[in-house]
């Protein structure tokens, strides 16, 4: 039986419904009452699992990233090269935050500007990917497939800085659907940030740089030796 598939413990049947009423009416107007309500369980049900609300405003982000964190893991391998490991992990980023907006927005709006909540299991749980892309772009620099010198801390901040910036536009503006969305953007992102740090591969050849006024000096010369027209073709009579 899948995930999917599985019926929900009422642990699970808790944790929706706070998702739903923490996101929607934030922390301190949730009650425990009206999740109680939602999840068909007693008051005395949620406090046995979770102890205080806000133990279960923290449960919610560490169970959903753990569970996101290993489905991203068990793809990376069928993947290659470090590239297709930074757009796979992204990918998995943006599509946990669109498909289920309620967490985006308990994230991004609530909780990142939490100072507890960086101190909780739940954070640790949400930095896993972060970590994990870090050390992709790590990797894509010791193999060379990055320029020597990059700040991965800065590259990793440009890219998570950008998807998370795009879903707190998306939210403040009441969740638009619109075209491109923030899915499609996705490789024009990547695209614009791999230009910038990827190795360039070498031309075979020489590149010859002149002044312009070298350059007219250049022709010049070479107008002389070929006698300033291209030769002409001899005809048979």
């Known amino acids: 039986m899948t995930d999917k598939n599985r019926p929900k413990t009422r642990k699970d049947r808790i944790m929706d419904a706070a998702l739903r ?67 796979s992990i992204l990918f998995s980023y943006i599509q946990l935050y669109q498909s289920n907006p309620h967490y985006s927005a308990l994230v991004l709006l609530q909780l990142m500007p939490n100072k507890r909540f960086r101190q909780t299991p739940a954070h640790a749980a949400i930095r896993l990917s972060s970590h994990g892309l870090l050390d992709c772009i790590k990797a894509g620099i010791e193999d060379g497939t990055f320029k020597k010198g990059s700040n991965p801390y800065l590259i990793r901040s440009m890219l998570m800085g950008t998807i998370e910036h795009l879903f707190i536009h998306w939210h403040m503006q009441g969740m638009p659907k619109k075209e491109p969305s923030i899915m499609d953007m996705l490789d024009p992102l990547l695209n614009i940030i791999f230009d910038g740090i990827r190795t360039k591969k070498e031309e075979s050849g020489t590149t010859l740089y002149l002044k312009l006024e070298d350059a007219n000096a250049f022709g010049k010369l070479l107008q002389k030796k070929g006698g300033g027209h291209p030769p002409k073709r001899k005809t048979k009579k």
């Open 21 to 87: 009423i923490f996101a929607e009416k934030g922390f301190q107007n949730a009650t425990i009452t009206e999740i109680s309500k939602e999840a068909s369980v007693s008051e005395a049900t949620i406090y046995e699992y979770f102890g205080t609300k806000e133990d279960l405003l923290f449960a919610i982000p560490e169970k959903i990233s753990n569970e996101v964190f290993k489905k991203s893991v068990e793809v990376l391998p069928y993947i290659k090269g470090v590239e297709g490991w930074i757009r």
